[in-house]
């Protein structure tokens, strides 16, 4: 069977992954929730900005200016492509996750959500689309509803529509999800969970921070209202983030962050703001690193969402399949593989998740230990902490089995 | 290498914590977390004359932390209270025997000592809250 991707022949393109570590050790990188590594047509298009056509953007009306506001405007109309959204004005770009949804939560937040009012989310929420939230909810007088995660990792939708109804009639002002757990590993099915929320006309904003980097999306199908991601998750550079708006929705917003760039005229007394999406993005952007964004997606439109999916639906069987064999492990999320993305969070009984992290790094690999800025979910699982192990399209079975091998000697060391 | 760090010593803290648990009525209750990894720890200590007389900690966290924590409880039993001021972050290292830890394994070594100086504060500013500008350094490990 031919494969769907050339792994090998990705990782050349990886300036990282070739490199040595310690002993002449080899990286096997397998924290790609966390952060990916960079092809290097990125590295190279960020480097083509800085040598080439540097120029702040918008204004200026000489040639590398133009090159410049042309490179970074491109970069917006790729991601409309990449998640099919209709108008490219629908995109404002941010320096992460966290920030889209803090632009949510203060610019559309500080009008639509009054005292009294109910936000749902659910128990495995990230930080950064909880925190927002419930400092929001401070400020409004409103409440936070959790929608609760099952042993398994899945949540139920008409546990959903029970809250929504106890809550009463037009008290739900948003639901606020991730579309893919960092822990759990969960895929859920937003597009039903959207559809039950818009017949209760309740937008819904989905965290994309892991499930757009894996798998293709589209929010016209979805039908979300927005959904917030970050660069570096999928092959960009860090400080950059997306958030989308449906066009409707984004026009009645507010601002979030005022002053240069997102003005159309400015007076002693009144501003008139620019028109969307810039209206959005005040002051000098991240523009090397949207541009870098923009080789990102390129990159990925060459191998196909659909293949990345696909590779790590395998990948991650074989994962699966190789840590249940290990001794007293216990595995996070649910057993199918079709509905887990590329990460698998487990804890091997008497070893402490930073212990087996630590151990594993005598092996080069290196794999994330903590709570995963998922405090509220590792409650529910009664954990101080667990391990997790995440992969791309460039990790390999190879690179799995020499995570086994260090988790069989972690076990020796701590005689499990 | 971690075989350095995972020695018998380590291992047998973690697995036979000696001083685990709470006091009951204890002079100073003490905890704190830390932060990035999720470490716990909470320290009871019974005060006579200023003379640590029962210690006692409990917390969730790795093999360093808790071993560390174990070891702490055995170094200032029965020792006078200010000892704690004394006690440095070398100190500890060498207690436990790991002085080549990295950054972020060094807070998992300390997380007790910083929660034992806490302890130690408050209980001189709970006796003299005029003491408490000169005391508020004292609790400074890292």
Redesign the interface.
Known sequence: MQALLDVYKIRQDFPILSRKLFDGKNLVYLDNAATTQKPKEVIDAISRYYSEYNANIHRAVYQIAEEATEEYEKTREKIRKFINARHSEEIIFTRNTTESINLVAYAWGGSNVKKGNKIILTEYEHHSNLVPWQVLGRTKGAKLNYLQVDNEGYISLEELDKIISITGEGKTKLITLSEMSNVLGTIFPVKELIKLAHDKKIPVLLDGAQSVPHMPTDVQDTDCDFLAFSAHKMLGPTGVGVLYVKKEILEKMNPFISGGDMIKEVHKENTIFNEIPYKFEGGTPNIADVIGFGAAIDYLNEIGMKNVREHEVKMTEYLMSKLTEIKSIKIYGPKRSEDRGGLVSFNIEGI????CA??L??FGVAIR???HCA?VL?EKLDI??SSRASLYIYNTKEEIDILIDALNHARR???T | ???D??REMI?DHYRNPRNKGKIEEPDIRINDSNP?????ISIDLKVENDVIKDIKFDG?????SQASASMLTEMVSNKPLTTIKDLTKDDILENIGLTNLGPA?IK?ALLSLKVLKLGMVKYYVDKDPSSADEMKDQSKVY
């Open positions: 402490h998740p930073h212990d630590t151990i790094n005598d230990s903590g709570h405090q590792m101080v902490a060391i701590f005689k | 290498m971690s075989e760090i995972y291992l990035l990894c999720g470490d716990e969730r966290g790795c093999a360093i394994r998992c």
